[in-house]
């Protein structure tokens, strides 16, 4: 059966040559924006490329599948590495869309409090380094949102779903995916991108199911919604900055001073980013 494997890039070239690794023997199609230490890595390895002008991953990940030819697309990410049988596990599955599970690379290790991976353990939420789907039904829901920077590939999966393909789950399809230093300041500008998290819950209603207490994104969201009214209260009255000390509290005692006054600041600027994405979609998650 003919896959195409779709690996859009964002010019990381050491991860991009660890992924293609990962996907040696198979018909993979990566998808850039010309950059030329990508270029030559793809002509060093014999893989085909695709060059685009947009940057967005959603844009690259759809140009990918529209240039494909065969019944099935499958995709994963440039900071990837499909685990050995990564391709057979998806197809024996033969649902028209399946996904598998995404684990932190083994090469790699933890670096700083801001180490960031991707995990993925059971279907729901779908991340788009770990999917097969037929053509056909990529066609019929129109790819991947570029509007959504966030999220995109659940919407997709999930339009998939309710539009009537059969979905599967395989277990042994791994994904590898690699954990890598983020500092605190570049964590903080990469929230806005979840700001379309109220949309997508608002076209799947299904999805609160697994938001804590089906409004929340995460656990420590409640307390830093509190936190967050009360600063805007206490512009009026100061006694409102109580309102804070739960979420500061909660935070230090998991990770001391330093490291949980970054997760305090760090989870009132998520809820804030999903405040406004709410108000902006008319759907509530906080």
């Not at 959504?148 to 659940?154: M, V």
Request: aromatic residues 6%; hydrophobic residues 45%.
């Amino acid at each position: 059966m003919s896959i195409t494997v779709v690996v859009p890039t964002v010019d990381r070239v050491d991860l991009l040559r660890r992924c293609l690794r990962g996907l040696t023997g198979n018909d993979v199609l990566v998808v850039h924006d010309g950059n030329r230490e990508v270029v030559a890595l793809l002509d060093e390895l014999g893989v085909r490329g695709l060059e685009i002008s947009e940057r967005g991953v959603s844009a690259k990940r759809n140009a990918g599948w529209r240039a494909a030819t065969t019944d099935l697309v499958a995709f994963t990410d440039d900071d990837c590495e499909p685990a050995p049988g990564w391709l057979a596990a998806l197809v024996a599955d033969g649902s028209d869309f399946v996904a598998g599970p995404v684990s932190p690379h083994p090469e790699d290790e933890a670096s700083g409090l801001w180490s960031r991976t991707v995990t993925s353990t059971e279907p729901g939420f779908y991340p788009g380094c770990n999917l097969l789907l037929r053509r056909t039904w990529l066609e019929r829901v129109d790819g991947f949102d570029e509007q959504l920077h966030g999220g995109e590939d659940t919407d997709l999966a999930w339009r998939v779903r309710e539009a009537g393909a059969s979905h599967g789950w395989a277990a042994d399809a791994l994904v590898w995916h690699a954990v890598r230093p983020v500092t605190f300041p570049e964590q903080l500008r990469s929230l806005p991108r979840w700001a379309g998290l109220p949309l997508v819950v608002r076209r799947h209603p299904a999805l609160r199911q697994f938001a804590y207490r089906r409004w929340f994104w995460k656990d420590s969201h409640p307390t830093a919604v509190m936190a967050l009214l009360a600063l805007l209260l206490a512009a009026r009255d100061r006694r409102a900055l109580l309102g804070a000390v739960p979420v500061l509290v909660r935070r230090m005692r998991q990770a001391g001073v330093g490291a949980g006054l970054q997760l305090a600041v760090n989870d009132l600027a998520e809820v804030a980013v999903l405040t406004a994405g709410s108000a902006r979609h008319r759907s509530v998650l906080l």
